[in-house]
């Protein structure tokens, strides 16, 4: 019960920071915005090759470009810890009876959600675009983008913890965000591109947050696909929590 309680304060006081930041969450969403913008119009007849599975190249591209605004976002969350760290604030913390769990997790809960919000906003400027969405699609699309933010999240603190070094965590998420955006059906069907890189796809975290979405957004019917992605979501992101609570508790030996 201390560990929510705890959880719930240590979530709040994150927001008030974020609040008095609301650029941190616009900086978040220019290169998303600007992707969305470009890509939009400069593959628009890219829906013309024969086996496209969409009429519309936003309608395709927007859910793509939803999980990379949270993804972004979430893969930064270690420079947070990092700026406690960097304060002397963690260490305080951890004088005090806050449960040590509430630590990672408030943290967390935040980033679930500005993630929420910036998913919303990037879905209202895809509307605005041109892009058509069911209501209960829109629904599972942002589940899953948050849920894919979260466990990068985790995965960023985790690293945070272990380096301890701002400028070596924000070259390890740029060195491995990217190839995971491209090696995924972020801009282009799956049965289009070649062979070993649908294979590799088919592993990868942020790809099944991108079919999921994009499934549910355009699907009539059957939602097993979407179901089982929301499954290896969730249990990516359960493993990535765990990471991120062994690592901080191995911190806490050190000190």
């Not at 024969?50 to 927007?62: K, N, Q, V």
């Not at 879905?123 to 599972?140: K, R, S």
């Not at 699309?141 to 990068?152: D, E, H, T, W, Y």
Request: one cysteine or more.
């Amino acid at each position: 019960m201390d560990a929510i309680l705890h959880s719930w304060f240590l979530m709040i006081r994150n927001l008030s920071y974020m609040v008095r930041s609301p650029f941190i969450i616009g900086m978040n969403i220019i290169q998303p915005v600007l992707w969305m913008l470009l890509f939009s119009a400069v593959f628009q007849n890219i829906v013309e090759i024969p086996g496209f599975t969409a009429s519309s190249y936003i309608d395709f591209l927007s859910p793509g470009i939803v999980v990379m605004s949270t993804l972004m976002a979430g893969s930064y969350a270690g420079l947070g810890l990092l700026v406690d760290y960097n304060q002397g604030v963690l260490n305080r913390f951890l004088v005090t009876p806050v449960h040590r769990v509430s630590i990672i997790i408030g943290s967390l809960l935040q980033h679930a959600v500005t993630l929420t919000v910036q998913g919303f906003i990037m879905i209202g400027l895809a509307m605005l675009l041109g892009a058509e969405f069911n209501g209960g699609g829109i629904i599972v699309l942002i589940f899953c983008a948050v849920i894919l933010g979260i466990a990068f999240g985790a995965l960023s603190m985790a690293l945070a913890i272990t380096i301890r070094q701002e400028e070596a965590l924000t070259s390890a998420v740029a060195f491995s965000t990217m190839p995971l955006l491209f090696l995924s059906e972020l801009f282009m069907p799956l049965d289009l591109v070649p062979n070993w890189m649908a294979a590799l796809a088919g592993f990868n975290p942020v790809n099944w947050a991108i079919a999921a979405g994009r499934e549910a957004l355009m699907t009539s019917g059957g939602w097993s696909d979407v179901w089982l992605s929301i499954c290896y979501l969730l249990s990516f992101a359960f493993i990535s929590i765990g990471l991120a609570i062994l690592v901080f508790h191995r911190y806490q030996k050190t000190l």
